[in-house]
Nanobody, 121 residues
Framework: QVQLVESGGGLVQPGGSLRLSCAAS????????AAWYRQAPGKQRDLVAG???????NYADSVKGRFTISRDNAKDTVYLQMNSLKPEDTAVYYCNAKIRHIATMTLNDCWGQGTQVTVSS
């Protein structure tokens, strides 16, 4: 079994910062690629940021220069640092990761349960 657990969401004022964490647990060999998505009420789930196994990153245009995705391979954890937050960043944020199972060495596509981020004064 492999599980992703997100943390770090909450309520923040416009201009503030939050850091989301996504920790993998279970029968893990390693995390391959990973990404953060978000879904606002009544809207589709969109890619926010992605990171490859080698550390290359990509971002949605709406968050470039404000958000930073990173990873700590020793901790099997992926992070999303969010700065200069805006009300339009309000959404449920989901972690997605391609995780290699330690026994089968197969890649499993895993999702976290989501964490709410609300930007409001």
């Amino acid at each position: 079994q492999v599980q992703l657990v997100e943390s770090g969401g909450g309520l923040v004022q416009p201009g503030g910062s939050l850091r989301l964490s996504c920790a993998a647990s279970g029968s893990i060999f390693n995390i391959n690629a990973a990404a953060w998505y978000r879904q606002a009420p009544g809207k589709q789930r969109d890619l926010v940021a992605g990171i490859t196994s080698s550390g290359s990153t990509n971002y949605a245009d709406s968050v470039k220069g404000r958000f930073t995705i990173s990873r700590d391979n020793a901790k099997d954890t992926v992070y999303l640092q969010m700065n200069s937050l805006k009300p339009e960043d309000t959404a449920v944020y989901y972690c997605n990761a391609k995780i290699r199972h330690i026994a089968t060495m197969t890649l499993n596509d895993c999702w976290g349960q989501g964490t709410q981020v609300t930007v409001s004064s």
